[in-house]
């Protein structure tokens, strides 16, 4: 029988499962799709906004270059020329502390550093966390044999290795950036796996990233970050041309789905308006074979509530916001006013160091091409409850705020030539203590439900490598069955 497959939400995720579907069907598969998207545009989070010569990412600018699937499809796109790296020999991250941004010392794997003797009278650690990181590989063998089997929280997990000091100065501000929330809640097994295998194998983390370094035998890292010239943008736009034309609904929001004994009814509306997610106008029903929810969390747990309430709640988890206030300043403005900021691929600021911002990205050194010769370019990163708040308050607001606390750090800014706001509400859903056990009873109600496939960043990883690779799995799987 043909498949006519519903894809919910047009983010990357649901973007990746279309191109792949779209591939299966030029391969000759009986299969045809259509993607439902509630905005006006495809890509969701995954935007480029391109203006006076500045390429400013609102949302991802980057994937992590050791993950390869974003490459892979970046390659098929034609888009290989584009494939462009982080500007690795000038890469420095700077926390922010007593209100100096001070540098991160060289080495660092996340809060582990795989050179003790250049935490040496670093000024970024006080004597007391200079020693608990000297001693931790002394206690490798403790470690090892004391780990909890359960999971447990990054901040319980961090501390034991380095102690509260590096937990708050480093271990924080570096998840908050990827995962918002809080790391006393964050689960370390599904947020940190890597680690947490390191802690098994080894028992000490930074003997673990050393011998890493020592198997690498002189081999040169490749850079950390990996994007597109034209911006992460252009990944999801080249997706999405590849598409069918007839096979994208924009501008229309799926309401509620039903079971039916051949597939699915899929009830959709127009959608109001960009800012106003209820439906405008009387909804339509549709009927497909397959349907495959990639909306966010708190949208898919209220579509999977009368299908099984138990699989919508265990959906349901929390999800924290973000604001990016992205400023651009011309050639003639960024020469006239001699700005500057550090070297380096911009700050994180921990908890408690008297700003509301989270982080900033200095983007214009963090890669090569994003402002015209002779400007500038930084963006600003509010997250968690600061987000939550902000949301609710006007573009000027938000950009006055995110220019008055990025001078707080970086002396006086002029007023920007381009400014870009946006407010990502509830975008990053927080994989608390006890995740991975929640996916697998997903799981199980997902197949027994059948017919129904659940992508996006709810799940197994929030980063746009993790979420192609999802979803091109589950779209052949589909397509396949
Ligand atoms: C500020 C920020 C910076 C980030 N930086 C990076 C980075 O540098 N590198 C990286 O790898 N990752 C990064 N991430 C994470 C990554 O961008 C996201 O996890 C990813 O883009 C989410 O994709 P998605 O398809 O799961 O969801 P989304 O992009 O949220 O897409 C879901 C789509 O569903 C639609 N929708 C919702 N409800 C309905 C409905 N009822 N009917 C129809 N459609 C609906 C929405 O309109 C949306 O388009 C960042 C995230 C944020 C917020």
Redesign the pocket.
């Known amino acids: 029988m043909p498949k006519h497959i519903a894809i919910?939400?047009?983010?990357?995720?649901?973007?990746?499962a279309a191109y792949e579907l779209t591939r299966r069907q030029r391969e000759g598969a009986d299969v045809t799709f259509t993607l439902?998207?509630?905005?006006p545009?495809?890509?969701?989070?995954?935007e480029t906004h391109r203006e006076a010569g500045f390429i400013m990412?609102?949302?991802?600018?980057?994937?992590?270059t050791e993950k390869p699937w974003?490459r892979e499809v970046a390659g098929e796109l034609g888009l290989a020329g584009e494939i462009m790296q982080s500007n690795d020999a000038e890469r420095v991250t700077y926390v922010l502390r007593g209100g100096k941004l001070l540098a991160m010392p060289d080495g660092m794997r996340m809060m582990v550093p795989s050179d003790l003797a250049a935490l040496d009278g670093h000024a970024l650690f006080s004597p007391a966390a200079r020693r608990a990181y000297a001693a931790e590989p002394q206690r490798a063998e403790d470690l090892k044999h004391t780990h909890p089997h359960s999971d447990e929280s990054v901040a319980t997990f961090v501390t034991r290795h380095f102690g509260a000091e590096v937990l708050r100065v480093v271990g924080a501000p570096l998840l908050n950036g990827?995962f918002g929330g809080d790391v006393r809640r964050l689960s370390v097994q599904a947020v940190m796996a890597p680690f947490v295998k390191m802690e098994h194998e080894h028992g000490s983390l930074i003997a673990a990233v050393q011998q890493r370094d020592r198997e690498r035998n002189g081999k040169p890292r490749p850079a950390t970050?990996t994007t597109l010239r034209s911006g992460?943008g252009a990944l999801a736009e080249a997706m999405a041309a590849t598409l069918p034309p007839t096979s994208t609904q924009l501008n229309?929001?799926?309401?509620s789905l039903r079971r039916t004994p051949e597939g699915w009814v899929v009830h959709?509306a127009a959608?109001a308006s960009s800012r106003d997610?209820r439906p405008a106008g009387t909804s339509q029903q549709h009927s497909f074979t397959d349907v495959v929810l990639?909306?966010?969390v708190a949208?898919t747990a209220?579509?999977l509530h009368s299908i099984d309430r138990r699989a919508a709640q265990l959906v349901d988890i929390p999800a924290s916001s973000?604001?990016?206030v992205a400023f651009a300043f011309s050639p003639e403005i960024a020469q006239a006013q001699s700005i500057t900021w550090p070297k380096g691929f911009g700050f994180l600021a921990p908890p408690g160091e008297g700003t509301r911002l989270l982080a900033a990205t200095f983007a214009d050194q963090k890669f090569a091409d994003r402002a015209p010769v002779g400007g500038r370019l930084l963006r600003a990163?509010f997250?968690g409850p600061t987000a939550d708040k902000l949301i609710r308050q006007t573009d000027e607001a938000i950009a006055q705020l995110a220019h008055t606390e990025l001078q707080k750090m970086l002396g006086p800014l002029p007023p920007a030539t381009v400014t870009v706001v946006?407010r990502?509400p509830r975008?990053?859903p927080q994989y608390e203590v006890g995740h991975l056990n929640r996916m697998a009873e997903l799981d199980r109600r997902i197949s027994a439900i059948g017919k129904l496939r659940l992508?996006?960043?709810?799940y197994r990883g929030?980063?746009?490598?993790?979420?192609i690779r999802d979803?091109r799995t589950a779209a052949r799987t589909v397509a396949a069955a």
Request: proline share 6%; aromatic share 6%; no cysteine.
């Open positions: 919910v939400g047009g983010g990357i995720a649901g973007l990746a439902i998207e509630a905005s545009r495809l890509g969701g989070i995954v990412e609102t949302g991802p600018d980057a994937w992590v974003a990827v970050f992460m229309t929001t799926a309401l959709t959608t997610p990639a909306t966010p949208a209220h579509l973000a604001v990016t990163y997250g946006r990502w975008a990053l992508l996006g960043n709810g929030v980063g746009v490598p993790d979420l979803a």
